[in-house]
């Protein structure tokens, strides 16, 4: 049953377990560090559809398959499920899954939306308002840069803070028992904006997102960021992730090594262009889905704070000199004893 | 305690309450037959604002403020805001609500987003996540037409099926105890896609999720049509709502004349120029908090099925020949005994 805990954090106590979970990326994710450690990887960004967002909805829907694979449990036994993308109006969540006839909770935390709804899909099973749930998310490099900046055909200069949008899905399945690991708690992050502008630097834009959800849950849990084996961000990238370990420290934690960001784990930095890191919903649910949650299975990681971030602007609003507010949810996920 | 009942419903056995509900609008809506029951109109689409965008974003921040007032509770004692809209990247409610300092999970379900942000605080509720929650949403006429349709100045044609978007935004506070009107029960909707590809015919597009959720209902608590006071969609309009009566008929339903649909109440189709009814997530959302939730509280009306629809498209999936998917979401309200 889910509790309060503290201000802000909520604790499931009936521990809902990650039944099944997977990753599937394009062929630059796959180049990558974390390549061989996906599911599937696409050497075509289109996967044999005629347009990128199109393209964007089968990644959802691979990755979602693929964990629905490794649970034994057919699609038809999930009662709910959360999903949400970049893209306007969600379309590559509802595209993606419209055939499989489970009911749809559309969710909307931009790049933070795997932390959303693996939280919605445990709160689901914790309270018992459904017994299996689905969390999937995705982005897709092509996509993101149509809809959010330039046509790609334009070829346009990238700044050194920008990051780089990771074509890539991730999905897990959340239940009651088997062995998986457990979601335990649960932080719903704050819109946080300190007037950042700057749409070719997110990760400025998110890091006091990050700083306020990270530091309200070690309040609310009694904790210090050494009680956690890792504590992964998504996707602040190189800029952004310096900034959230200065904005924390001014609230009296220190960020030590086991803190890290998906956004510097999916790419090469050194080798892959991908300047200040990856990004996208799909950067940070990949991250989890091929590197975290497996780590955890094998008992290398047996306590992690998953936060993803998400930089909750449109392009319209930049164009009427907005700033770009972020925000931040954080999961506790604990191996089974 | 939320349960499952049958094989799609989801029952709320604390019975969260609604503590405080508002609805405000714009000068069109102010001059329709729900006008006078508004709890504000703004003459100047504006709301001072030098953008739309940013007048829809006031929107939802006066109707928000505007409920809390009634529940005599702070703004910072909500512990978790469900809110979303139809513009692109949920930035009516982001930027409406990033001051306010509340935790919020954004959601997308197109015009269905009031059924589904009340039907998540209701679950948090009674679940024991939260205490208290607030769920917004919005739309405003003009966002919309240049988002999904034409430059206004273009001045396009209206075909006779077409629906006007409503500029109105309703909020509900939902906690427990009090007199107010329960959440009793709540079915989460799944994506129909019959093929319709008319973008100015929304309705027809969203009946057969309509048909598919209230079916489902029904049968999950084996009960009919007449046994509720009111059953009311939202927005199929007058083409929707006549599709969605022949649809649940072949289901074996026969909708009465306890059925009606929020598109059809909140304009004069006579007079006002609406071609075949209301439209926008603000429509149902100021339906429910300006005329059904005050009948509820009147003593009119004890058991009102609220299931509002949404049409998942963007213009980006029209232009890729992509069909218009529809959701429903469908949550029971009863007045306490």
């Known amino acids: 049953m889910p509790?309060?805990?503290?201000?802000?954090?909520?604790?499931?106590?009936?521990?809902?377990?990650?039944?099944?979970?997977?990753?599937?990326?394009?062929?630059?994710?796959?180049?990558?560090?974390?390549?061989?450690?996906?599911?599937?990887?696409?050497?075509?960004?289109?996967?044999?559809?005629?347009?990128?967002?199109?393209?964007?909805?089968?990644?959802?829907?691979?990755?979602?398959?693929?964990a629905m694979n490794?649970?034994?449990?057919?699609?038809?036994?999930?009662?709910?499920?959360?999903?949400?993308?970049?893209?306007?109006?969600?379309?590559?969540?509802?595209?993606?899954?419209?055939?499989?006839?489970?009911?749809?909770?559309?969710?909307?935390?931009?790049?933070?939306?795997m932390g959303q709804t693996m939280a919605m899909a445990a709160l689901f099973v914790d309270s018992g308002a459904a017994d299996l749930c689905g969390a999937v998310t995705s982005s897709h490099f092509c996509t993101a840069e149509r809809q959010f900046r330039y046509p790609l055909e334009y070829g346009g200069q990238r700044t050194p803070t920008s990051q780089w949008t990771a074509t890539a899905s991730g999905a897990v399945v959340v239940g009651h028992g088997g062995k998986g690991v457990r979601v335990t708690a649960v932080c719903v992050g704050r819109v946080q904006d300190l007037g950042v502008t700057d749409a070719n630097n997110m990760g400025a834009a998110m890091a006091p997102a990050a700083a306020d959800t990270l530091s309200r849950f070690f309040e609310d849990t009694a904790t210090r960021p050494k009680d956690y084996d890792l504590i992964a961000t998504g996707d602040l990238g190189l800029v952004g992730s310096r900034l959230c370990r200065?904005?924390?420290?001014?609230?009296?934690?220190?960020?030590?090594?086991?803190?890290?960001?998906?956004?510097?784990?999916?790419?090469?930095?050194?080798?892959?262009?991908?300047?200040?890191?990856?990004?996208g919903c799909g950067c940070?649910?990949?991250?989890?889905?091929?590197?975290?949650?497996?780590?955890?299975?094998?008992?290398?990681?047996?306590?992690?704070?998953?936060?993803?971030?998400?930089?909750?602007?449109?392009?319209?609003?930049s164009q009427q000199g907005e700033s770009i507010p972020g925000i931040c949810h954080a999961v506790l996920l604990e191996c089974a004893e």
Chains 1, 2 share one sequence.
């Open 3 to 66: 509790e309060r805990c503290g201000q802000y954090t909520i604790t499931l106590s009936s521990s809902p377990t990650i039944l099944g979970y997977a990753a599937v990326g394009g062929k630059k994710e796959g180049e990558g560090p974390l390549g061989k450690q996906f599911d599937r990887i696409f050497e075509d960004t289109h996967l044999g559809e005629d347009t990128w967002e199109k393209a964007e909805s089968a990644l959802q829907r691979e990755a979602l398959t693929a």
């Open 70 to 113: 490794k649970t034994g449990l057919s699609v038809s036994q999930v009662q709910v499920l959360f999903a949400g993308d970049l893209l306007n109006q969600n379309t590559a969540s509802t595209f993606g899954l419209r055939e499989m006839g489970i009911p749809l909770l559309g969710q909307f935390g931009a790049c933070s939306t």
């Open 246 to 279: 200065e904005l924390i420290a001014k609230k009296g934690y220190t960020l030590g090594e086991n803190y890290t960001d998906c956004g510097l784990l999916l790419f090469d930095r050194a080798s892959q262009d991908v300047h200040a890191g990856g990004s």
């Open 284 to 317: 940070s649910a990949a991250v989890l889905c091929c590197h975290i949650l497996p780590a955890m299975e094998r008992g290398e990681l047996r306590r992690v704070l998953f936060a993803p971030t998400g930089a909750l602007m449109s392009p319209t609003s």
